[in-house]
């Protein structure tokens, strides 16, 4: 999809080039991604791995990054050795790193431009950027960019999706459309799902639990279409990264409503992109 100026290949392209795998390890796949975050953060978060490299690095590298190095390179093995999959499988594309980096670094610059515009008269630079720049940054990109949100997008957004379609599509004989939306909302699911032992380890109420599942269940479904529209995985990390934490310049400005700007903003311009190249190729 040429929408972003990422590729002129399309998501339905893509999906055709990836090495599909079989349904034994699709499921596999997803059991042991499970597994590991239920370990990360019910076992490796509370015990603090490696809790003086951080202060020793002066922060550049982020706890959470450390926490994801064993689901990394266990996932790492069962999808390269186990499932044969290749960068190109998982959306891994080196052209379309630098292209992602400019649209992620306009869409944060978007949002403190909506948060100036939306607090006139009542703005101040974030206590946290006083003496803490290199650990504000290193929060979003180690702990981020190259840590959780990496993991999670490569997985959901960019193997299952691509690997529930196929499944769909050779085995079930649907369309590809139809095959992608139920990859789509599967995936969605599970993406919300595996967030449960994040909730039970911080001990979290019922009715808590339900709050954010439904906000994950959305920022799955947002996510997934803002990856299918741009057909870019590295654009959605940096979206997923700052939706997380959104990097602020400005005093309260990490808050629930900046987060959805962040991540409904980019999915509201690739569809009037799109929409506008539909129109254009007919």
């Known amino acids: 999809m040429q929408a972003n100026g990422t590729t002129k290949q399309s998501v339905h392209a893509w999906i055709q080039s990836v090495r599909p795998a079989p349904l034994w390890f699709l499921v596999l796949a997803i059991v042991v991604y499970m597994v590991l975050s239920y370990l990360v953060n019910l076992v490796v978060s509370p015990s603090e791995l490696l809790p003086s490299l951080p202060a020793a690095t002066g922060y550049v590298i982020a706890p959470t ?3 994801y190095i064993p689901p990394f390179i266990i996932m790492g093995l069962l999808l ?10 998982l959306g891994l594309i080196r052209q379309r790193f630098l292209p992602a980096v400019a649209w992620v670094l306009c869409t944060w610059i978007a949002a403190q431009l909506f948060f100036l515009l939306t607090h006139l008269g009542d703005v101040s630079l974030d206590p946290v950027w006083d003496g803490q720049i290199v650990r504000t940054i290193s929060t979003t990109v180690t702990g981020q960019m190259l840590g959780n949100a990496l993991y999670e997008e490569v997985f ?4 299952v999706i691509s690997q529930v379609v196929l499944l769909l599509v050779h085995r079930m004989k649907w369309t590809f459309g139809k095959s992608l939306a139920w990859a789509i909302i599967l995936s969605s699911i599970l993406f919300a799902v595996s967030h449960l032992p994040h909730d039970f380890a911080h001990d979290l109420s019922g009715q808590k639990i339900f709050g ?7 920022g799955g479904l947002a996510l997934a ?3 299918l529209l741009s057909n870019n995985i590295f654009i959605v990390i940096g979206i997923h990264s700052l939706s997380n934490y959104s990097l602020s310049l400005f005093e309260g400005s990490n808050i629930p409503l900046t987060r959805a700007f962040i991540t409904l903003a980019p999915l509201l311009v690739l569809v009037i992109l799109a929409i506008r190249r539909r129109r254009a190729s007919r």
């Open 80 to 89: 390269v050795l186990v499932g044969r999959l290749r960068c190109n499988d």
């Open 65 to 67: 990054f450390l926490n």
């Open 212 to 218: 954010l599942q439904v906000a994950r269940l959305a």
């Open 225 to 227: 279409g803002i990856f």
């Open 156 to 159: 959901w957004r960019a193997f």
